[in-house]
């Protein structure tokens, strides 16, 4: 090792240190020291890991999670960057914080989410083991534009790392026939939640990307996710290694579902959960882990921060659900809607840089399924709360149920004295992330990430 990444690691590591002290987090800022002192850093402090990087529009956070459970639970040395922090100097931070100048010839994971427009930062200096791609949706416009922009981006990083086994969604047809040297392995459903075949007009990549007609289905998962065909063309889904056969039970809080002939219990609600898991699945065994361990491991995951997060405010079970773009919302509302009790509904919706600037994404978002819930207290907050209230009013919520909340101290009285139970937050990233602080700040959650 050379002086330079010497001092780079070591400062980097005090600066981590400091920042937990003094600002409970600090995931970022770190890594920016590190590559400022040694722009080549990446190449030291991972050299003795099996990197599996996680990159897509959604599911990243908990597919990530899932990965570093299963192998935990498998016995194996594995380090993640669990605050979420997946630009290209949240991975430094992890990996210098981690870092050890003693030498182990024990074999060690990284399991890192990446942001789609960092996979090609980190590609330039490392080759990972497995690249999994979860989907591809319109999310944060201002920033990466359409789909077509975001895989774009995400086979540039992919290309510098010839040697990556791929792990893609096969249901997502901008994934299929890449034409890439690597390993590729998909995973898919065989079965559909709904029976749906009629892709929705406001879902992504309804058009070929060969001949530019539209797709056919054989049955459609979520938004344009499914078993897909081109009839002019030719061009459909690839042929699944890893197969969800069937889903038996869904309810608000679990899954139980067929892989590949074995039954599995996700302790995860949702279709996209079920993704989430079927991701996981595919890349721990190629790993090499036993489907035992997976069995086990699903059955006690925990929601990451933010992702069905359950808490307790007063008296009432409160779970945060994260929500970024139309497709990722709408399996929320889905995700709620199987709950066939009285509940209330609180949603924050903030404009800062890490949610997208441009809001209009909301008119894209299935509200109106809200309006043949039991919702009894409907609370809205954030930066554009008056933006997402003319939202809710148009979608035939009952505007005497909306509660204005400005900030977050109005926003917690009103779940205290909501009548029932349970509450359910959706709220866009910066938006969960600050009423996550404020919960902490407050004593409600112990751990801030």
Same mark, same amino acid.
């Given at each position: 090792?050379?002086?330079?990444?010497?001092?780079?690691?070591?400062?980097?590591?005090?600066?981590?240190?400091?920042?937990?002290?003094?600002?409970?987090?600090?995931?970022?800022?770190?890594?920016?020291?590190?590559?400022?002192?040694?722009?080549?850093?990446?190449?030291?402090?991972?050299?003795?890991?099996?990197?599996?990087?996680?990159?897509?529009?959604?599911?990243?956070?908990?597919?990530?999670?899932?990965?570093?459970?299963?192998?935990?639970?498998?016995?194996?040395?594995?380090?993640?960057?669990?605050?979420?922090?997946?630009?290209?100097?949240?991975?430094?931070?992890?990996?210098?914080?981690?870092?050890?100048?003693?030498?182990?010839?024990?074999?060690?994971?990284?399991?890192?989410?990446?942001?789609?427009?960092?996979?090609?930062?980190?590609?330039?200096?490392?080759?990972?083991?497995?690249?999994?791609?979860?989907?591809?949706?319109?999310?944060?416009?201002?920033?990466?534009?359409?789909?077509?922009?975001?895989?774009?981006?995400?086979?540039?990083?992919?290309?510098?790392?010839?040697?990556?086994?791929?792990?893609?969604?096969?249901?997502?047809?901008?994934?299929?026939?890449?034409?890439?040297?690597?390993?590729?392995?998909?995973?898919?459903?065989?079965?559909?939640?709904?029976?749906?075949?009629?892709?929705?007009?406001?879902?992504?990549?309804?058009?070929?990307?060969?001949?530019?007609?539209?797709?056919?289905?054989?049955?459609?998962?979520?938004?344009?996710?499914?078993?897909?065909?081109?009839?002019?063309?030719?061009?459909?889904?690839?042929?699944?290694?890893?197969?969800?056969?069937?889903?038996?039970?869904?309810?608000?809080?679990?899954?139980?579902?067929?892989?590949?002939?074995?039954?599995?219990?996700?302790?995860?609600?949702?279709?996209?959960?079920?993704?989430? #898991?079927?991701?996981?699945?595919?890349?721990?065994?190629?790993?090499?882990?036993?489907?035992?361990?997976?069995?086990?491991?699903?059955?006690?995951?925990?929601? #990451?921060?933010?992702?069905?997060?359950?808490?307790?405010?007063?008296?009432?079970?409160?779970?945060?659900?994260?929500?970024?773009?139309?497709?990722?919302?709408?399996?929320?509302?889905?995700?709620?809607?199987?709950?066939?009790?009285?509940?209330?509904? #609180?949603?924050?919706?903030?404009?800062?840089?890490?949610?997208?600037?441009?809001?209009? !994404?909301? !008119?894209?978002?299935?509200?109106?399924?809200?309006?043949?819930?039991?919702?009894?207290?409907?609370?809205?907050?954030?930066?554009?709360?008056?933006?997402?209230?003319?939202?809710?009013?148009?979608?035939?919520?009952?505007?005497?149920?909306?509660?204005?909340?400005?900030?977050?101290?109005?926003?917690?009285?009103?779940?205290?004295?909501?009548?029932?139970?349970?509450?359910?937050?959706?709220?866009?990233?910066?938006?969960?992330?600050?009423?996550?602080?404020?919960?902490?700040?407050?004593?409600?959650?112990?751990?801030? !990430?």
């Amino acid at each position: 090792m050379n002086i330079k990444s010497f001092f780079s690691i070591v400062i980097s590591k005090a600066i981590i240190k400091l920042s937990k002290i003094l600002f409970k987090g600090g995931s970022n800022f770190p890594g920016k020291v590190a590559l400022k002192l040694d722009k080549n850093i990446l190449k030291v402090i991972c050299k003795n890991y099996k990197v599996i990087l996680i990159t897509g529009t959604n599911g990243k956070t908990t597919t990530t999670s899932m990965i570093y459970n299963i192998l935990k639970d498998a016995g194996k040395r594995v380090i993640t960057n669990s605050t979420g922090a997946n630009m290209i100097t949240g991975i430094v931070s992890c990996f210098v914080e981690n870092y050890s100048f003693k030498k182990c010839c024990e074999t060690s994971y990284a399991v890192i989410e990446c942001d789609e427009a960092n996979v090609s930062f980190f590609t330039d200096y490392i080759t990972p083991e497995i690249i999994a791609v979860t989907n591809l949706f319109r999310d944060q416009l201002d920033r990466y534009g359409e789909v077509y922009t975001t895989l774009n981006k995400i086979l540039q990083g992919i290309k510098k790392a010839p040697l990556s086994n791929l792990v893609l969604n096969g249901d997502e047809s901008l994934l299929g026939d890449l034409n890439l040297p690597n390993r590729t392995i998909y995973y898919g459903f065989n079965c559909s939640p709904t029976g749906n075949r009629k892709v929705d007009v406001n879902a992504d990549a309804k058009f070929c990307k060969k001949c530019k007609s539209p797709y056919e289905y054989n049955f459609i998962t979520y938004s344009h996710l499914g078993d897909y065909y081109c009839k002019n063309c030719g061009y459909k889904r690839p042929n699944l290694d890893y197969i969800l056969e069937k889903i038996e039970i869904q309810t608000p809080e679990k899954s139980l579902v067929v892989i590949n002939g074995e039954k599995y219990y996700i302790n995860q609600p949702g279709v996209y959960n079920i993704y989430n #898991a079927l991701c996981a699945y595919s890349v721990t065994r190629i790993c090499g882990i036993s489907t035992s361990h997976i069995y086990n491991s699903f059955k006690e995951q925990q929601s #990451a921060f933010g992702r069905q997060e359950s808490i307790n405010i007063g008296t009432k079970e409160v779970k945060i659900i994260l929500v970024k773009n139309p497709a990722g919302y709408d399996q929320a509302i889905n995700t709620i809607s199987l709950d066939n009790n009285t509940f209330n509904l #609180a949603i924050l919706l903030n404009d800062n840089y890490a949610d997208g600037r441009d809001v209009s !994404w909301i !008119w894209d978002v299935n509200f109106e399924k809200l309006s043949s819930l039991n919702i009894d207290k409907i609370m809205i907050s954030g930066i554009r709360l008056y933006d997402m209230a003319v939202r809710l009013k148009i979608a035939g919520l009952p505007e005497k149920n909306f509660v204005i909340c400005k900030t977050y101290e109005k926003l917690v009285e009103e779940i205290k004295s909501c009548k029932s139970d349970t509450v359910y937050i959706l709220a866009t990233y910066t938006a969960m992330i600050d009423l996550r602080k404020f919960l902490n700040s407050k004593g409600y959650i112990k751990k801030l !990430w």
